[in-house]
């Protein structure tokens, strides 16, 4: 659930019983006043561009960026700041304490459950966004908000749908990352993006940036899934508009405070990446395939260690079998199909694909017997024919009967 605050209003912690609207600052230099439309019922005027901010806990950065859109873009080009905000201290008042000085509209969508992390925080804003420029940028000071003018000017220029600030071009810098830990970072998952899509990433030097403008009309926000803080992979991958192009850019020091970067968003990184390469069925095929093969490190293990213990290898092999299938379970959850898990209950999808698994296992023997006794195959091919032949038949049984959604029914995990 999310709320959306803006100025004036006695207090911009609102319930989920509090109705949400949009209201703007009247401002000396005649920006268009925003309102809430049940109060005045008007479609408030569009600006030139929406830039959207995500934060989390920045309240020491917001009077500092909003000085520095004040300085660089207004007398340049007519704007509108949207903060979409998952803090859990006073930045949402911050926000509205500073954007009374500002000579431009200043929104907060405040969100109570921050569904996808900072990507999720995007989406959103860009759903609220009233131009047909949206730029997007971090709420640190990082991103140098005299640049907002150029991104425009050159996707204009250039008819295109998405301009990229880049760190990565002559004239860019990456030179506010802190430390040689998060540059060498920085440059694996850079180079790690642009292998695993050498076509969608075509012309994007710097995919890990957060500081880009696209226009409105090249998001398809319906095909979106965020997942962390990378949201331009996302929108470059599912939804890549007609064109892009790029302008450099310093990174910048961080004003205040520290950076939100962590293990936990490196790995939920990695999910994503994972989710964006198994989109296709095809690729999600290979994927279960290579999951699977994964599972016969724990199957092997358990079996040794059952058959040391003394138990016969017959029931040993048996309950091992549950080991690689619990191991290939828990990896497809998480990395095939981490956006169908809603559809049924974690225990509904365990049991139903420990049965596919281990029906997997009963089928493969008779198939083998037809191949040998009525093809007359040899037991080697007969054997490699009936696992591809399981194999397809299990990962089309997974997709179809565990994962699939049901229709007319909603019911979350």
């Not at 999310?2 to 609207?21: I, L, M, Q, W």
């Not at 600052?25 to 809430?36: C, E, F, K, Y």
């Not at 004040?70 to 007519?78: A, I, Q, Y």
């Not at 969608?200 to 398809?220: C, K, N």
């Amino acid at each position: 659930m999310s709320h959306e605050y803006t100025a004036p209003v006695p207090d911009v912690r609102a319930t989920a019983s509090e109705p949400k609207g949009r209201v703007g600052l009247s401002t000396p230099t005649g920006a268009p006043r925003r309102r809430a439309a049940a109060q005045e019922g008007v479609i408030p005027e569009p600006g030139a561009v929406t830039i959207v901010v995500p934060t989390y806990n920045e309240s020491a950065n917001i009077r500092q960026l909003l000085h520095q859109i004040t300085e660089s873009v207004p007398s340049r080009l007519p704007c509108e700041v949207v903060f979409v905000d998952d803090s859990t201290d006073d930045t949402p008042e911050v926000i509205y304490e500073a954007a009374k000085d500002c000579p431009f509209p200043v929104t907060v969508l405040h969100r109570d459950e921050p569904v996808g992390g900072l990507g999720g925080a995007v989406v959103e804003g860009m759903k609220a966004a009233g131009s047909d420029w949206v730029v997007v940028m971090d709420g640190d000071c990082q991103h140098p908000p005299s640049l907002v003018p150029e991104l425009v000017a050159t996707g204009e220029r250039a008819n295109a749908g998405l301009v990229v600030a880049s760190r990565y071009i002559k004239g860019g810098s990456r030179a506010g990352l802190a430390g040689s830990y998060r540059v060498a970072v920085s440059r694996a998952a850079t180079w790690l993006t642009k292998s695993l899509f050498p076509r969608r990433l075509h012309g994007i030097s710097d995919p890990m940036s957060g500081f880009f403008a696209i226009r409105r009309s090249d998001i398809t926000a319906d095909v979106l899934k965020p997942l962390g803080y990378k949201i331009l992979l996302e929108l470059a991958v599912r939804s890549r508009p007609r064109a892009v192009t790029e302008v450099p850019f310093v990174f910048q020091d961080r004003y205040a405070g520290e950076s939100k970067s962590s293990a936990q968003e490196g790995l939920r990184f990695l999910r994503h990446l994972v989710g964006l390469r198994t989109a296709s069925p095809v690729a999600r095929m290979v994927g279960f395939g290579l999951i699977g093969a994964t599972g016969f490190v724990p199957n092997l293990l358990g079996l040794y260690v059952l058959t040391v213990l003394g138990m016969h290898y017959v029931p040993a092999e048996i309950l091992a079998n549950q080991l690689g299938v619990a191991w290939n379970f828990l990896l497809i959850e998480h990395l095939l199909f981490r956006d169908r898990r809603r559809h049924r209950r974690w225990w509904d999808r365990a049991g139903r694909f420990a049965l596919l698994a281990n029906a997997d296992l009963v089928l493969r023997i008779p198939l083998i017997a037809l191949f040998v006794h009525r093809f007359e195959m040899g037991a080697l091919s007969a054997t490699a024919l009936a696992l591809v032949t399981t194999f397809v038949l299990r990962f089309a049984g997974t997709e179809a009967l565990v994962y699939l959604p049901r229709r007319n029914r909603s019911r979350t995990a």
